[in-house]
């Protein structure tokens, strides 16, 4: 089976939205797929999973705290700890049972996850292939730079890149703000795409139309059923 880790280069670069663009998209264009997917974590009372209800009722998000704050410091409000078998556990299990599994990480690569483990180590123990989402935005290049030679430190098994427009922008905004042979030749990492900004996301169909037509997802090496 195959497992992508969806992380990013900091919080609010729409790794939520792309996860579940990559779910449609697969469920709809790759017959007898059974695509699964998980959030390593919740904090907030309200967040990405209250997002994907909207979508799917089989979304697993092992463990939740009510502070939308860091992980390590949500759980310490509330006297508890983070226990990675927990999500290790409910990883396994949803393995056995799909053949694709799409897991959204939280924050950028360098988000820690524990009080002395990042996304990048976790993605690096749990060999994890990896998927970068960029924010099209000033500053982007060197956010993706340094996310990149995080994972490259970590040995994280670092498949691709997705540019996501988190706000409307102009073909000359994502040239300028996110050069793709600029990152591609600084990373050595593949862009595979750029996602445009969507205004009002209601339907599945859509995403994975917008996907299919904007993503080369081909260097992911999903096999068709």
């Known amino acids: 089976m195959k497992t992508l880790l969806i992380s990013a280069t900091d919080t609010d670069a729409g790794k939520t939205i792309i996860t579940t663009a990559l779910r449609a998209y697969y469920q709809q264009y790759f017959s007898g797929l059974k695509v699964g997917l ?3 974590l ?7 999973g209250e997002f994907y209800q909207q979508f799917f ?3 697993v998000i092992p463990l ?4 939308p704050l860091a992980p390590p410091v949500a759980a310490d409000l509330e006297g508890k700890f983070i226990d990675l078998n927990v999500i290790w556990q409910s990883l396994l299990k949803l393995q056995q049972s799909h053949d694709l599994l799409l897991v959204e990480a939280l924050g950028g690569l360098g988000s820690p996850i524990t009080h002395d483990l990042t996304i990048a180590q976790l993605a690096s123990n749990w060999h994890l292939e990896t998927i970068l989402v960029v924010p099209v935005k000033l500053g982007a290049i060197a956010h993706t730079v340094a996310n990149v030679a995080l994972a490259k430190h970590h040995k994280v098994k670092l498949k691709g890149i997705v540019l996501n427009c988190i706000n409307s922008c102009s073909e000359e905004d994502i040239n300028n703000w996110t050069s793709k042979q600029l990152i591609e030749s600084l990373t050595q990492v593949p862009i595979l795409g750029c996602f445009p900004y969507v205004d009002k996301i209601d339907n599945l169909a859509d995403l994975a139309q917008i996907t299919a037509h904007n993503l080369n997802l081909t260097k992911l090496n999903i096999n068709r059923e």
């Open 38 to 40: 998980m959030k390593l």
């Open 42 to 48: 919740q904090t907030g009372v309200e967040g990405d």
């Open 57 to 59: 009722d089989d979304v």
């Open 64 to 67: 939740r705290f009510n502070a």
